[in-house]
C-alpha cells in the first residue's frame, strides 16, 4: 500500500467533521465529551429522541440495573460523582435515564448531537481517507474519523413467528417500549422470553395484570437481586468512596464490585460450601454469579455443585413441584448463560394469575388477531410482550451499510465470525473505532466504555501530536488478537451453551450456530494488552 500518493488528496478535502459518532448513549457521550477536549469537531447522529441509548430505549416495566449503580455512572467526573445521588443500590431505568440526561445537561452535549437520525450507511472514501455517512433521510455527512457508539445489545429481535404482524390487540417489544406508560389492570398479557429482561418484565406486569402467561422456552437460573433504598448514611459512603469504589472496579475480573473467590469448589468442606453459596446467595448483585469460586464455570463438577444448590432454592419458592420443575434449567449449569437477577420473581408463579407454559415442550406455532397459537392450545391476549432480545454483539453493525476499503462491506468481513484489533478496530476500515465493539471486555459496561473511549482518544491524540491522519489495523495484529479471543474462551462452559454470548439467535438468519464475538479474559488483562500497544506508539497500527 503507497500511504504516499493519497496524502494530498487526504490534506485538501473539506470534510464536514473531524469526526462522525454513531450513537448518543454512554459510549457516544462520553466520546463526543474526549473530542472536543481534543479540539476536534464532532457530530453525533442517534436514532431516539433523547440521549442514554440502552436506556432511552428499554423502559420496559422493571427496566433497572443488575450492577451496582454507583458502580455503573461515569468515573471521569469527580463532580458529578458528588452531585448525583442515586436512589437505590440498582437504580430503575427512569432514574438512570434522568441521570444521562442530567449528564448531557452538564456537559451541554446535545448542540452536537442530531437526534431521529439513524444512519443507514458509512462508507470509506480511499482518495480522502474520509467516512461518508448516509442518514436514513438521504442526508449526507462527511468526517474524517467514524466512531461507532452503537452497543452490544441493541437490535432487537422480533420472533421469526407467523403471524407477528397479524395481532389485534397491543404488542411490545421490551426494546422499544412507548414513552407512554401502559395499564395492565385486568388485561390478558403474554410475555414471550425468559432473559434478563423477561424476568425483570414479569415480576413487574405480574403485580397488575388481569392475566399474566408467560411463554418460556429455555428457562434460567435467576437469583435475588437484593435491591433496597440507599440510606442517607450509605449516601455519604458512597461519595467518600468513589476512589477506592473504581480502584476495585479496575482490578477485578469483569469491572464489578464483585470478583471470584480465589478457593476451588472442592477445596472446602461441604458445610462450609453451603454456608458460602447461602452467603452469596444472600449478598447483592452478581455475587453469586460472578463472586463464587473460581472453578464455578470451567469444572463440570463444581458447577454442578452451584446448579443444584440454586435448584433447591427454586424448589423451595415455587409451591408447586411441577412448576418449579419447569423452573429449572436442564441443559446448561448455572452461570454459563447471562444470570437474570430477580425480586420475587420465582414466587410469581404462586400467583393465580399467572400461568408458565412451556414453549419447548409446545412450541408458538403462530400469532393470530387474537393472541397465541401452540401445538396444544390457543390463548386469547389483549397484550403481547416480547421479551425477546437482541442481535447482539455485531447485530447493530449488519444494521448498517458500513463499507471499508474497495467497498468491502463488513458484514462480509466478519461472515466467518467478527476479526479486530482490540475490538476496536478492522483492517480494510481505516479510521474506523468502535465502541464497545465484538472482541471487547463487556462485563460491567460503562468500566468498560470508558476505557475505549479513553484508548481511542489516546490514539487520536497521538495522531494529533504527529500530525497523522490516518489510522488502521496491520492484518497480522488483527490475527493475533482474533486468536487470543478464540483462545481465551477455551474451556469455558460458557462457550458451549447456546446464547447471546455466544452469538446464537434463533431469530436471525445465519446465527444458529456459536460463534466467539466476545472477549472472555479478564478486563485488567484485556486492558494491559491495550495499554502496551500504546506504550509502544501503535506498533499493531498503520498511522500516516
Ligand atoms: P435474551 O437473554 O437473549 O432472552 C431472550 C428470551 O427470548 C429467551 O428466553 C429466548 O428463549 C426467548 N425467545 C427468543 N425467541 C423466541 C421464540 N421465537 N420463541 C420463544 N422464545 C423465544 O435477551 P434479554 O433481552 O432478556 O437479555 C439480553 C441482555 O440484555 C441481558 O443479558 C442483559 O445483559 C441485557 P431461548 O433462551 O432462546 O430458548
Known amino acids: 500500500m503507497s500511504l504516499a500518493t493519497t496524502e494530498p488528496a487526504a490534506a485538501t478535502t473539506t470534510l464536514d467533521y473531524d469526526a462522525i459518532v454513531i450513537g448518543a448513549g454512554m459510549s457516544g457521550m462520553y466520546q463526543l465529551i474526549r ?21 432511552y430505549w428499554n423502559r420496559y416495566p422493571g427496566a433497572r440495573f443488575d450492577s451496582e449503580s454507583y458502580s455503573y ?19 430503575p431505568q427512569p432514574e438512570t435515564l434522568r441521570y444521562l440526561n442530567h ?14 437520525s439513524p444512519v443507514a450507511a458509512a462508507h470509506y472514501q480511499e482518495a480522502s481517507r ?62 414471550i422470553g425468559t432473559g434478563a429482561t423477561g424476568v425483570q418484565t414479569i415480576q413487574e406486569v405480574a403485580k397488575t395484570a388481569g392475566h399474566l402467561t408467560v411463554f418460556q422456552r429455555t428457562p434460567n437460573w435467576c437469583t435475588p437481586l437484593h435491591n433496597r433504598p440507599i440510606t442517607p448514611e450509605e449516601q455519604v459512603r458512597i461519595k467518600a468512596g468513589y476512589d477506592e469504589l473504581f480502584k476495585r472496579c479496575a482490578e477485578t475480573f469483569a469491572c464489578f464490585l464483585h470478583t471470584a473467590d480465589p478457593r476451588g469448589t472442592f477445596e472446602v468442606t461441604p458445610e462450609e460450601r453451603e454456608a458460602f453459596y447461602e ?38 419458592r415455587v409451591k408447586d413441584p411441577r412448576i418449579a420443575d419447569m423452573l429449572i434449567p436442564k441443559d446448561h449449569g448455572f452461570g454459563t448463560r447471562r444470570v437474570p437477577q430477580e425480586t420475587h420473581y420465582y414466587e410469581v408463579y404462586n ?72 475490538g476496536m478496530l478492522v483492517q480494510d476500515f481505516p479510521n474506523m473505532f468502535m465502541l464497545l465493539g465484538p472482541h471487547t471486555a463487556l462485563g460491567n459496561i460503562p468500566r468498560s466504555i470508558e476505557y475505549n473511549v479513553e484508548w481511542v482518544s489516546g490514539l487520536l491524540r497521538h495522531m494529533q501530536a504527529h500530525g497523522q491522519t490516518f489510522a488502521e489495523a496491520r492484518p497480522e495484529a488483527m490475527r493475533t488478537w482474533t486468536e487470543h479471543v478464540i483462545a481465551c474462551a477455551e474451556g469455558l462452559l460458557t ?50
Open 130 to 191: 474520509s467516512w461518508l455517512v448516509t442518514l436514513a433521510d438521504g442526508s449526507r455527512h462527511t468526517s474524517r474519523y467514524l466512531i461507532t457508539a452503537i452497543g452490544a445489545l441493541s437490535a432487537p429481535t422480533l420472533p421469526r413467528i407467523e403471524g407477528v404482524d397479524s395481532f389485534r390487540g397491543q404488542a411490545f417489544h421490551t426494546a422499544k417500549w412507548p414513552h407512554e406508560p401502559v395499564d395492565f389492570a385486568g388485561k390478558r398479557v403474554a410475555v
Open 351 to 422: 400467583q393465580p394469575n399467572v400461568t408458565l407454559v412451556d414453549s419447548k415442550a409446545t412450541p408458538i406455532q403462530r400469532i393470530t388477531p387474537t393472541g397465541i397459537t401452540t401445538s396444544e392450545a390457543d390463548y386469547a391476549f389483549d397484550i403481547i410482550i416480547y421479551a425477546t432480545g437482541f442481535d447482539a454483539l455485531t447485530g447493530a453493525f449488519d444494521r448498517i451499510d458500513i463499507r471499508g476499503r474497495d467497498g468491502l462491506a463488513l458484514k462480509q468481513k466478519w461472515a466467518g465470525g467478527a476479526q479486530t484489533f482490540v
Open 73 to 91: 455512572g461515569f468515573s471521569f467526573d469527580e463532580e458529578l460523582l458528588q452531585e448525583w445521588e442515586w436512589s437505590e443500590h440498582f437504580a
Open 495 to 544: 462457550f458451549e451453551v447456546d446464547s447471546w454470548m455466544t452469538g446464537v439467535n434463533s431469530n436471525v438468519e445465519g446465527k444458529q450456530t456459536r460463534s466467539i464475538a466476545r472477549y472472555a479474559g479478564s478486563a485488567p488483562a484485556y486492558r494491559a494488552w491495550c495499554d502496551d500497544v500504546a506504550a509502544k506508539g501503535y506498533p499493531d497500527l498503520v498511522l500516516d
Open 35 to 55: 473530542l472536543r477536549e481534543l479540539g476536534l469537531s464532532a457530530r453525533v447522529f442517534e436514532a431516539g429522541t433523547g440521549v442514554g441509548g440502552t436506556w
Open 279 to 316: 452467603q452469596l446467595y444472600a449478598t447483592p448483585g452478581f455475587a453469586i454469579w460472578v463472586g463464587n469460586f473460581k472453578d464455578t464455570l470451567t469444572d463440570r463438577a463444581a458447577n454442578k455443585e452451584i446448579s443444584e444448590f440454586v435448584a433447591r432454592k427454586i424448589r423451595q
Open 103 to 116: 449528564v448531557a445537561d452538564r456537559h451541554d452535549l446535545r448542540r452536537d448531537i442530531q437526534f431521529r
